[in-house]
């Protein structure tokens, strides 16, 4: 019942692990975001732990701030991971997490496995504000909030930093330490998902 838990800032290539990753077998939503101009493969995101997610840190991508949670709330929740551990294998990703993991680690436990996406302050920073049609020093504050408030996170599992530009330059060896680390199996699907049409900044 192993959780695989993506997080990192919005931008900083947790969509793309993400796909990698349902492509090798993880099931990584029940109910999918879908896809958007800028994110022409899809977020590979769970409709219902974002909505969840989406209220604990005050509704908005933008401006993170982390609010009470009712007890209702956090019933809730707890009924939603529960109707997701009964999966030998399964995986959340959001960049939300960055604040709202306590949580979800709370329901989930100790099974999960963390892998962490990197990408360069500044192409987060320029993608993030084309993305959103943001300034350069807004987005900059974002995106530091969101790596600050991952930086403080404390947990007791296994984890893999991947590098956004190691998965896209160096595709094959990038796909393979993903199988190995969530114990999947690599195949040519989860390889042929990264391609050129992720590469912005």
Same mark, same amino acid.
């Given at each position: 019942?192993t959780?695989?838990?993506v997080?990192?800032?919005?931008r900083?290539?947790?969509?793309a692990?993400?796909? &990698?990753?349902?492509?090798l077998?993880?099931?990584?939503?029940?109910?999918?975001?879908?896809i958007?101009?800028k994110?022409?493969?899809? /977020?590979?995101?769970?409709s219902?732990f974002?909505?969840?997610?989406? /209220?604990?840190?005050d509704?908005?991508?933008?401006e993170?701030? &982390?609010?009470?949670?009712s007890q209702? #709330?956090?019933n809730?929740y707890?009924?939603?991971? $529960?109707?997701?551990?009964?999966?030998?294998? =399964?995986?959340?990703k959001?960049p939300r997490?960055?604040?709202a993991?306590?949580?979800?680690?709370q /329901?989930v436990?100790d099974d999960?496995?963390?892998?962490?996406?990197?990408?360069?302050?500044d192409?987060?920073?320029?993608?993030?504000a084309?993305? =959103?049609?943001?300034? #350069? %020093?807004?987005?900059?504050?974002?995106?530091?909030? #969101?790596?600050?408030?991952?930086?403080a996170? #404390?947990?007791?599992?296994?984890?893999? =930093?991947v590098?956004?530009?190691a998965?896209? @330059? @160096?595709?094959?060896a990038?796909?393979?330490?993903?199988a %190995?680390?969530?114990? $999947?199996?690599?195949?040519? @699907? $989860?390889?042929r998902?990264?391609?050129g049409s992720?590469?912005? /900044?």
């Amino acid at each position: 019942m192993t959780c695989i838990v993506v997080i990192g800032p919005p931008r900083s290539g947790t969509s793309a692990v993400a796909g &990698v990753l349902h492509n090798l077998g993880v099931p990584m939503y029940q109910g999918e975001l879908g896809i958007s101009g800028k994110n022409s493969k899809g /977020y590979f995101e769970d409709s219902a732990f974002n909505r969840f997610h989406h /209220y604990v840190i005050d509704k908005k991508l933008k401006e993170p701030v &982390v609010v009470p949670l009712s007890q209702q #709330y956090r019933n809730e929740y707890e009924r939603l991971v $529960a109707s997701r551990v009964g999966q030998p294998l =399964w995986g959340v990703k959001d960049p939300r997490l960055c604040f709202a993991f306590p949580l979800l680690h709370q /329901y989930v436990g100790d099974d999960m496995k963390m892998i962490l996406t990197h990408r360069e302050r500044d192409s987060v920073v320029r993608s993030m504000a084309d993305f =959103w049609t943001l300034g #350069y %020093e807004q987005a900059g504050e974002i995106a530091d909030k #969101y790596l600050k408030a991952r930086s403080a996170l #404390y947990f007791d599992a296994p984890f893999l =930093w991947v590098n956004y530009d190691a998965l896209l @330059n @160096n595709t094959e060896a990038q796909v393979k330490r993903l199988a %190995e680390f969530a114990g $999947a199996r690599e195949n040519v @699907n $989860a390889i042929r998902f990264i391609d050129g049409s992720l590469r912005h /900044y």
